[in-house]
């Protein structure tokens, strides 16, 4: 019963999340899986549209509609999941609607109430990946057609060294120019400075506080040095000391991840700007 609430919950973020991010364009090194899923998709919904409502039993079955780790999964818009070719198969026959809080529900709601069209929509959202039953972040693309919404989606890796050391060369650029402003677009999760799990956040050396972050609004404000990873160890301070003989580095640490809820082995980088320490963390591999 607590893995199908907790995948409910998924499914439904997922729509929550198509609201906000509507049609955007997915990264281009995620190109090739993008064009897939969608390919994916429109093989799905031509299939329906040739056979019916019989095409729906298809998309459940070990067969066409899987490719890897890409399968279709349909839910009608009055919430019900009606077929799976992958982990949500255990919540076929059930309106997952039921199981919702009233902020996750509205969104839903209003999600499965788009027209139908032939527009293929795009969110990103969280998913236990069936393959090695670790969770992960993933892209799907669903379109409605008649009352279902019929839906693909892929994997995406987690961040990389690179991917964080671009991310805050073009946080600190930004600081270097013009520093309030960039603060207060972090601040409001500006997209030009999240990309996928990297966030950037930022600290006053004068007065050891944070003046941005871009996951936890609530720290701005707050005393850095008093900052303390999962195991204990004070990486405020480490930060700080850091910063304070080199420009530019590199502090490993323990930390929670948001999205497995586990602790995990992170790096933040970090460089030094005027009076400001600008960083962007990611969390390492497991099987790395």
């Known amino acids: 019963m607590l893995l199908i609430c907790r995948n409910v919950v998924l499914v439904a973020t997922m729509f929550l999340v198509a609201n906000v991010f509507g049609q955007g364009i997915p990264e281009d090194r995620y190109a090739e899986e993008a064009?897939?899923?969608?390919?994916?998709?429109?093989?799905?919904v031509d299939y329906y549209q040739e056979n019916g409502e019989k095409a729906i039993a298809a998309f459940s079955r070990q067969g066409q509609f899987i490719d890897g780790?890409?399968?279709?999964?349909?839910?009608?818009?009055?919430?019900?999941?009606l077929a799976s070719g992958g982990p949500s198969a255990n919540l076929i026959g059930r309106d997952v609607s039921q199981a919702l809080n009233?902020?996750?529900?509205?969104?839903?709601?209003?999600a499965l109430a788009l027209p139908p069209s032939d527009t293929i929509h795009h969110a990103d959202y969280r998913w236990q990946n069936w393959q090695d039953g670790r969770e992960e972040r993933k892209r799907v693309f669903f379109q409605r057609v008649d009352n279902k919404i019929f839906s693909v989606g892929y994997y995406m890796p987690r961040s990389s060294e690179g991917e964080a050391?671009?991310?805050?060369?073009?946080?600190?650029?930004?600081?270097?120019?013009?520093?309030?402003?960039?603060?207060e677009r972090v601040n409001n999760l500006d997209a030009e400075y999240?990309?996928?799990?990297?966030?950037?956040?930022v600290v006053?050396?004068?007065?050891?506080?944070?003046?941005?972050?871009?996951?936890?609004?609530?720290?701005?404000?707050?005393?850095?040095?008093k900052v303390h990873s999962a195991d204990r160890h004070p990486i405020g301070r480490?930060?700080?000391?850091?910063?304070?003989?080199s420009e530019s580095g590199r502090i490993p640490y323990l930390?929670?991840?948001?999205?497995?809820?586990?602790?995990?082995?992170?790096?933040?980088?970090?460089?030094?700007?005027?009076?400001?320490?600008v960083a962007v963390g990611y969390y390492l591999d497991e099987q790395q």
């Open 194 to 201: 999240l990309r996928d799990d990297l966030y950037a956040f």
């Open 255 to 277: 930390w929670p991840n948001p999205v497995t809820r586990k602790n995990e082995p992170k790096v933040t980088l970090f460089e030094t700007t005027d009076n400001y320490i």
């Open 102 to 110: 009233d902020d996750l529900n509205k969104g839903f709601k209003e």
């Open 204 to 225: 006053d050396r004068e007065t050891q506080r944070f003046v941005a972050h871009g996951y936890n609004l609530r720290l701005v404000g707050s005393d850095f040095s």
């Open 69 to 81: 780790e890409l399968y279709v999964y349909v839910i009608d818009t009055e919430g019900t999941m």
């Open 35 to 44: 064009e897939s899923a969608k390919s994916l998709l429109r093989k799905a």
């Open 238 to 245: 480490q930060i700080l000391q850091a910063a304070a003989q």
């Open 165 to 183: 050391k671009a991310l805050l060369d073009h946080v600190v650029e930004a600081v270097k120019e013009k520093p309030q402003q960039t603060f």
